[in-house]
Nanobody
Framework: QVQLVESGGGLVQAAASLRLSCAASGRTFSNYPMAWFRQAPGKERKFVAGISWSGPSTRYADSVKGRFTISRDNAKNTVYLQMNSLKPEDTAVYYC????????????????WGQGTQVTVSS
């Protein structure tokens, strides 16, 4: 089992920045590729960014490329999502997830999920 706890969400104005954190506990964190998903009200959950277990490989949704950066610190069992130039359409609940292999964009390929943290971007 892996337990994931997100933090860092909040209410910000457009063009602002936020950094989300996801702290992991349980099984060896460094074994798992990690990802961030988000779900806006009334919409399905969507892939935002993913990072391989060792960190050199990353993957981003087109909508966040150039604005968001995913990183991880295996010594701290934490994965981060730096979000810059935020837009109102980035408003959603953000979830981190731990997967098995690769960097899939499908939520069903991830085994463990956090409870989510709300990000609200006002115009």
């Amino acid at each position: 089992q892996v337990q994931l706890v997100e933090s860092g969400g909040g209410l910000v104005q457009a063009a602002a920045s936020l950094r989300l954190s996801c702290a992991a506990s349980g099984r060896t964190f460094s074994n798992y590729p990690m990802a961030w998903f988000r779900q806006a009200p009334g919409k399905e959950r969507k892939f935002v960014a993913g990072i391989s277990w060792s960190g050199p490989s990353t993957r981003y949704a087109d909508s966040v490329k150039g604005r968001f950066t995913i990183s991880r610190d295996n010594a701290k069992n934490t994965v981060y999502l730096q979000m810059n130039s935020l837009k109102p359409e980035d408003t959603a609940v953000y979830y981190c997830a731990a997967g098995r292999v690769g960097l899939p964009t499908t939520g069903g390929m991830y085994d463990y999920w956090g409870q989510g943290t709300q990000v609200t971007v006002s115009s």
